[in-house]
């Protein structure tokens, strides 16, 4: 696939450049929309690459005939924080937007969207708007709590993500992600970051589609990890949650999916999966706190 485009520019005033970097492992299915949705940005001063942690599907081959600029890391290699890192490094722009390859613009004017947001220096960070593709209740309507529909900015106890935003590059290297971290490196850079009094703002005009399908297995193994993760970088503050408290909470947040399923018409199979889904991500985080 050859991806062919002119940037068009949005004004006479020259804009900043922005990279962005898009972190790839056997993503085919994804890849080539993710860069045909970026090639048709309104921005008008932009720069696409690619870092792939050894795919072995056709991810390697769409990124190299669309002429997109790739770097390869080891899979042994590969954490987030190094994976973003290495792209940073490369990045020649004064911003740098931040996508999964299976996180897709849904608008044209996204890249626009999230440098609006850049007001004054100390705004360190925007992310943007997820909305979930994927048939599990209980994790679109987890992410309607932490994407809402209104802007939010946060001086304290931020909330980031790394499929969708966008940093400075002056304060990433200031603050490079964490390599050591198994996940949740864009929480732990943006608090970092509030700590030395910047800003980080919730922008949802900015948004994508996110395409993230797993097992219960993976369910579980993300929400201990992530849970452990929080615990690590001092976000939130866990306790011991006994055997009562999250038999209680579990039951709660199921009845919640339910209700949420009934009330938006999913179909049965997406409802009959909400006691196994909710139960993975639950146990997950309650072993993590134990």
């Known amino acids: 696939m050859v991806f062919s485009v002119i940037y068009r520019p949005i004004g006479r005033k020259m804009t900043p450049k922005v990279?962005?970097?898009?972190?790839?492992?056997?993503?085919?299915?994804?890849?080539?929309?993710?860069?045909?949705?970026?090639?048709?940005?309104?921005?008008?001063?932009?720069?696409?690459?690619?870092?792939?942690?050894?795919?072995?599907?056709?991810?390697?081959?769409?990124?190299?005939?669309?002429?997109?600029?790739?770097?390869?890391?080891?899979?042994?290699?590969?954490?987030?924080?190094?994976?973003?890192?290495?792209?940073?490094?490369?990045?020649?722009?004064?911003?740098?937007?931040?996508?999964?390859?299976?996180?897709?613009?849904?608008?044209?004017?996204?890249l626009s969207v999230l440098m609006r947001n850049f007001t004054d220096y100390s705004i360190a960070g925007v992310y943007g708007k997820q909305i979930p593709k994927v048939n599990n209740i209980p994790e679109e309507r987890d992410n309607k709590l932490f994407f809402p529909d209104e802007v939010r900015s946060y001086r304290k106890n931020p909330m980031f993500h790394n499929a969708n935003s966008i940093i400075r590059k002056n304060v990433w290297k200031c603050i490079p992600f964490d390599e050591k971290l198994t996940g949740l490196e864009d929480i732990d850079?943006?608090?970092?970051?509030?700590?030395?009094?910047?800003?980080?703002?919730?922008?949802?005009?900015?948004?994508?589609?996110?395409?993230?399908?797993?097992?219960?297995?993976?369910?579980?193994?993300?929400?201990?990890?992530?849970?452990?993760?929080?615990?690590?970088?001092?976000?939130?503050?866990?306790?011991?949650?006994g055997a009562i408290n999250f038999t209680i909470g579990y039951f709660i947040y199921m009845v919640r999916d339910f209700l949420y399923g009934i009330r938006n018409k999913k179909n049965l199979s997406e409802i009959l999966s909400i006691p196994l889904t909710r139960f993975a991500k639950s146990y997950g985080i309650f072993r993590a706190c134990n």
Not at 28 to 36: D, L, N, P, S
């Open 19 to 110: 990279s962005v970097i898009i972190r790839t492992k056997n993503e085919e299915k994804y890849i080539a929309k993710c860069i045909t949705s970026l090639l048709q940005q309104d921005y008008g001063n932009i720069e696409i690459l690619v870092v792939d942690s050894g795919s072995i599907d056709k991810t390697l081959e769409i990124v190299k005939k669309g002429g997109i600029k790739l770097i390869e890391i080891k899979p042994e290699d590969f954490t987030y924080g190094y994976a973003l890192n290495i792209g940073c490094k490369a990045a020649k722009g004064e911003y740098i937007a931040l996508l999964s390859a299976h996180t897709i613009p849904i608008q044209e004017n996204w």
């Open 189 to 241: 850079w943006a608090k970092k970051a509030t700590d030395m009094g910047y800003s980080i703002i919730y922008e949802p005009e900015a948004a994508v589609h996110h395409y993230h399908k797993e097992n219960l297995g993976r369910i579980y193994e993300r929400a201990k990890r992530e849970t452990l993760t929080l615990k690590k970088i001092g976000v939130t503050r866990y306790t011991h949650q």
